[in-house]
């Protein structure tokens, strides 16, 4: 029991700090994905260019170099975030750009057929992006978007370089305090994979949902 509390518990902590990071950022990358998915399809280049900078820049860049940017040299600048606040804002940001080509490629399976068949009917392109073209493209997007949840959680990691007290910075901690690397390194292994099958179990669940709709 002793050993449990010595392991288990800081590593639980970190875990739930993990999940915090990951939600929060989760809730941010959605809509980024579907401006910016949105955007890179607009005939308008002042909508389409800004969004492919921001996917292009976000995806042709690590991940770690950007936290780093954000968390030490942007106070060079006079701009201090919380470690928190970065670690949420950057992976969002990365996750959204990834998810951005997602939408894009999603919307643009849908058959033109269905664009001029709503075209026929006088519905205006507004009209037609939401009530036919999102919902078809919706089903397409959701596998794809399950893989960057759990990318998502898996980059959630990289936090613990700007002082984050993650689940993988727990694992080092406890590993330099009990110098039992297998247990807790196998723990910490195991909290990742337990958490990456409860997201791939919710996003079935939306499938399902959104496949019988």
Do not use: C
Not at 59 to 81: I, N
Not at 124 to 138: C, D
């Amino acid at each position: 029991m002793e050993d449990f509390q010595v392991l288990m518990v800081p590593l639980l902590r970190g875990l739930g700090v993990t999940l915090q990071i990951t939600a929060a950022a989760a809730l941010l990358a959605v809509p980024l994905a579907v401006l910016a998915g949105l955007g890179r399809l607009s005939a308008h280049p002042w909508l389409r260019w800004p969004a492919t900078v921001y996917v292009q820049v976000f995806r042709g860049t690590s991940a770690l170099v950007q936290l780093f940017w954000f968390f030490f040299v942007l106070p060079l600048f006079g701009l201090e975030l919380p470690a928190m606040a970065v670690g949420i804002a950057v992976l969002a940001a990365n996750t959204g750009a990834y998810g951005a080509e997602v939408v894009r490629g999603a919307i643009a399976a849908v058959p033109p057929g269905q664009r001029e068949a709503a075209r026929a009917l006088n519905m205006s392109p507004a009209l037609t992006m939401r009530r036919i073209v999102l919902p078809q493209a919706l089903t397409a997007m959701l596998p794809p978007a399950t893989n960057l949840l759990i990318e998502l959680l898996k980059n959630t990691a990289l936090v613990s370089l700007i002082t984050i007290t993650d689940l993988t910075f727990s694992g080092q901690l406890v590993r330099s305090d009990t110098l039992r690397t297998t247990p807790v390194f196998l723990a910490v292994l195991v909290l990742y994979f337990i958490a990456a099958q409860a997201i791939a179990a919710v996003m079935r669940v939306v499938e399902k949902r959104v496949a019988v709709r």
